[in-house]
């Protein structure tokens, strides 16, 4: 007999498509994969070599929970720089890969009954580790007629005096959405003023198209109530290296160390090294992939619209897209399916993100383009064969 607490933990449904689609792949089908959110790019060579160097060189021990400190310090300097706010090596807690920190700062501040605001639809884990530790789960609605972002009214809306937290994500998965400078400003006050802790989810902080990232971290009383989230995995296509860090308050920090200290001991040191190469070495690479992303986008989003029953909007982040089929008249998931099982694109319904994904698809198109283009008639052949 399992926990109780097992009834309330959610998942990401991205890996259970993949899991599907490999196995129609080993029957013999031909699929193009639009579900899972990683670079399909190579990890940058610097990056690599530095690993190796890493790993001739003796990281192949333990360290500290926190962090190796000549790593912390890198990534508190490239933060510092980056965003533009005033932080040390004592503020990083060094992670395996971004998502720990939505389950470690949860878990140091949450208690149950506390209320935590999060965008909906969004990436699943929130609104799962959020009901794992019995707090409630206040969903923010992302809709399309606001850019899949929200208006300060709705967020004040669902603050109350139980809100301990308020999630965001910009640039956001699954719908591409980027919050504003005046966003910021407007929910900074709103964090200030009643008090709540923000969990800052900037993971595709150089995923940006149009305009430049904005960071609540930087508006004024912020940054003693932020936890900014932020790691390799999607800027230096790392995901399978498992690095990413948090950056909060000495005294949460130390918190969050003593749980990664209970869970993991410590992210690898060989990994973590090459983590630093990453910010101080160079760019090119990174900058290439957010070129080859955009054109991408601008080929899918083209595609789509050219698509009878689908509409879909132009996002200016991360690597997503959110096509409205609504007009298709099929649940979410039902065109998951089809689309998968019939013509062979896996994709991920909205409703993996939410109750409010319903009408919505995911495609993530770190794909290739001769891939994208192949899927773009196989989404026609699927609409054609529901209208
Ligand atoms: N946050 C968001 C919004 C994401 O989309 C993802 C990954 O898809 C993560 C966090 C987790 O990233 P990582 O693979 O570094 O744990």
Redesign the pocket.
Known sequence: MLAKRMERLGT?T?FVVLARAKALEAEGQDIVHLEI??PDFDTPTNIIDKAIEALRGGYTHYGPAAGLPDVRKVFAEYIARDRGIGVGPQNIVVV???????YYTLTALVDEGDEVIYPNP??P?YESVINFLGARAVPLRLAEENAFSFSVEDLAARISDKTKMLIL?SP???TGGVLSADDMDAIAELAVKHDFWVLA?E??SKIIYEGKHESISTRPGMLERTIL?D????TYA??GW???FGVMPVALAEMVSKLQTNCTSCTASFTQVAGAEAFVGPQEAARAMVAEFRARRDLLVDGLNAIDGITCLRPKG?FYVFPNISALGLKAKEAETRLLENFGVAALAGTSFGKYGEGYLRFSYANSQANIRKALERVAGFAASER
Do not use: C, V, W
Request: glycine residues 18%.
């Open positions: 990401e991205a959110g990683e395996p890969g971004g998502k720990p920190i939505i969004g990436f884990i994500n956001q998965n699954p989810d993971i595709y989230l790691g390799h995995s999607k790392m995901t498992r690095l990413g991360a």
